[in-house]
């Protein structure tokens, strides 16, 4: 192989055979495609080992993509639930999994999926270290924290969230600003309370060469977690989740240096007149890369209902710039979704979605109604 990553082959003119899969299934003219990646405006998750991928891309001019986000906890231990409910995601269409296990054998559930499921896998290392290590949190060390990312890379695991832009600077500046919601995200609160633990610098971010080397070696894509997007209407496009953002578009281009691809992830509960000008500002500090967003929820009134707030955010989103919408199920701030919850949570996203796409004037072919 005369490349390392998709962006790598992209960059010195070769098309590779997961690039001509998506040119196919995107209508798109492969050398387009290929100009696309090499500038970091398409990602193509496709770990080398995740030998059983049916290959999507997530970017600028593409169609818009789902993510199902699921797994194994302490009150929700069963693994066959848990591969009905990826099945079920597969079956209706989400082009991408997550895995968010964060009790019991995490790394068999882990493998199972990249053994057996076609759609794009993606974690959350920092999830996995807590159960992985059995030890208090402030005694993990920085090199552990690296090690679970290398590991989740050898699972086949095709795209990672680390939470690497709420470093030392970012999080003085959260702790000046008193958000009514103060760190919302479980991966970046936790690496927020080791940092306060250890008095420590973000491994992630002190070590963010070392996460591309991993990356450039098994071709995983960077999904850039954003530890403080806002969890209310009140703190949405404030000083620490801008901040955050300006951090995340500087590493993006560290990242492209070593020809990793990118995503970046975005808000978060918004009002719907901020959505647009979010999406925007992303854009422009992030230089095109991918934008994931999970929602954006558009109220915060409606528990047991955020499917739907999601949907309407997600819609504004995707047709004023995202490419990525994570579902939100009507479980969300009310209890772990069962598989009804994940059904209703993918139809509402797919019509998001398609709906942006309509907007977007993206080409599509008839695909039936959604079921």
């Known amino acids: 192989m005369d490349y390392t990553t998709q962006m790598d082959a992209a960059r010195k003119g070769i098309i590779t055979r997961e690039m001509e899969c998506v ?24 770990n080398k080992l995740h030998t059983c991928l049916d290959v999507n891309g997530i970017g600028s001019m593409l169609k818009t993509k789902i993510n199902v986000n699921l797994g194994t906890s302490r009150d ?32 068999k559930f882990r493998r199972k999926l990249t053994a057996e499921c076609p759609a794009i896998i993606g974690t959350v290392p920092i999830y996995d270290a807590v159960v992985y290590y059995h030890k208090a949190l402030k005694e993990i060390t920085s090199e552990e924290w690296l090690d679970i990312v290398e590991m989740h890379a050898k699972d086949g695991v095709d795209f990672m969230t680390i939470h690497v832009g709420i470093n030392r600077r970012t999080a003085q500046r959260f702790k000046e600003a008193k958000r009514l919601t103060n760190i919302v995200s479980r991966g970046g609160s936790i690496i927020f309370a080791w940092m306060e633990m250890t008095g420590q610098e973000n491994p992630f971010y002190e070590h963010f060469d070392r ?25 949405a496009g404030d000083i620490s989740q801008i901040e955050e953002l300006v951090t995340l578009g500087e590493l993006t281009r560290r990242a492209w240096e070593k020809n990793v691809q990118v995503i970046i992830e975005g808000p978060g509960h918004m009002p719907l007149n901020q959505i647009e000008a979010n999406m925007k500002i992303q854009q422009t500090i992030c230089q095109g890369a991918p934008f994931y967003v999970l929602g954006p929820l558009v109220t915060d009134v409606a528990p047991g209902y955020d499917h739907i707030t999601a949907a309407i955010g997600g819609a504004i989103a995707a047709a004023s710039g995202a490419v990525f919408l994570c579902y939100v199920t009507p479980a969300e701030h009310l209890r772990l979704p069962d598989v009804n919850d994940v059904k209703e949570g993918i139809i509402a996203s797919k019509i998001a979605a398609h709906a942006a796409d309509i907007a977007r004037a993206f080409p599509m072919r008839p695909t039936g109604t959604v079921r």
């Open 23 to 46: 040119a196919k299934k995107e209508y798109m003219d492969v050398e387009t495609l290929r100009g696309l990646v090499a500038e970091g405006k398409v990602a193509i998750p496709a």
């Open 76 to 107: 929700w231990k069963d693994i066959d639930m848990e591969m009905e409910k990826v099945n079920d995601a597969v079956k209706m269409g989400a082009e991408s999994i997550m895995d968010l296990s964060s009790f019991g054998d995490t790394r």
């Open 211 to 235: 996460i591309l080397e991993i990356c450039q070696e098994y071709d995983v894509t960077l999904s850039l977690g954003d530890a403080c997007r806002p969890g209310c209407l009140e703190d």
